[in-house]
């Protein structure tokens, strides 16, 4: 009886020591602009990240003017949200985020942020051209952006968006999140923001930049219990329920008013987790997805949402755009010969 209890608590204690998992949630060293989409330019989008909202932008738009209406999350599409009394056009206009040779990494993000220069506390927000899709099935992306999803309605492997494209499934408890910053000495503070399946933003405050060259700011769960039998134990049915996952939604960056003002400067590597797993891989006897689809029937649901909520705010930003002026100057007056 004596070994069998040992045996027992031991098992616990391996459970315990394996409980977490590790994944990389953003790797931007992967998001480089490597296709070249409605451009004569170079390269200027991502081709695993690429988004056509042209099929929820409504019959108004001709074929041509659907056929512009991508994006992805190639760095430079990244956006700069500065707060409410920061938002002057001086600060906007020189806040943004640009590819940045690495020596060590290769391509990472760099961002800009024009704080204001006066003293009271603000913050800016780096965050992705549309909120990163869960639910994206794989498909094949042509030089030209098209997308050409996958005819395998039996799949059920990672999401175009997994594998460090901003989603992590089957996420329980979060034990520790690590950022790749670069520092430059500045004195701001940086937050990282995960997004569950409930749309529901967790902004997490991984330290200060005040550091030269790159670090690893980490953040420990303090609430995260270690011992299995100190934890809460609850049964949850295994089926119809989808497995939980966490989203990347940017980083928050911070200023004191105390502290110095004006542009900030700043690089990004990459975003890593270590998480309990929600549910076990396990062998079971019958497949149960196969024979019901529900999981499926809800996901394709959850997906066009998605979609149309992406595609609603991109059709905006497109139309804006097409209103935008493009003249850098006044047409001369033609030349009479006449003098006055």
Known sequence: MK??????????IAVGAIFADEAVLIDFTKLTADIT??????PNQN????????????????????????TSLAIAN????????SRTVGNATRSYTSEAPSKQW?????????????????WARIVPPFEIPAYEAPAEVDDDGNIQPSDDSSFTGPSRFEDGYGIVKNVGTIKSVAVDAYG???????????????????????GYLSYDGWGELRWDNPQYIQAVRNRELRI????PEATPFVKFGGFLIQRDA???????IGYFRDVKIIYDKAVLDTDRDIDDESLWGIIRTRETAKKVYEMEQFGHDQVLRYLDSQKQATENSFTPAADTGTQQ
């Open 78 to 85: 990244w956006e700069i949200l500065l707060a409410s009394s």
């Open 258 to 264: 105390a502290k110095e003002g004006g542009d900030y």
């Open 106 to 122: 290769g391509t990472v993000m760099g961002a800009r942020i024009h704080f204001p220069v006066e003293p009271f506390n603000s």
């Open 3 to 12: 070994r069998i209890f040992i045996l027992i608590t031991v098992a616990f």
């Open 47 to 70: 081709r695993r990240t690429m988004m056509d909202y042209g099929a929820v932008a409504g019959g108004s738009f001709t074929t041509e003017q659907k056929q512009v209406m991508k």
């Open 184 to 206: 430059l000495n500045f004195p701001h503070g940086l937050s990282t923001i995960l997004i569950d399946p409930q749309g529901t933003e967790k902004t997490i405050f991984m």
């Open 37 to 42: 989409v409605n451009s004569d330019g170079g």
């Open 236 to 239: 949850y049915p295994l089926y």
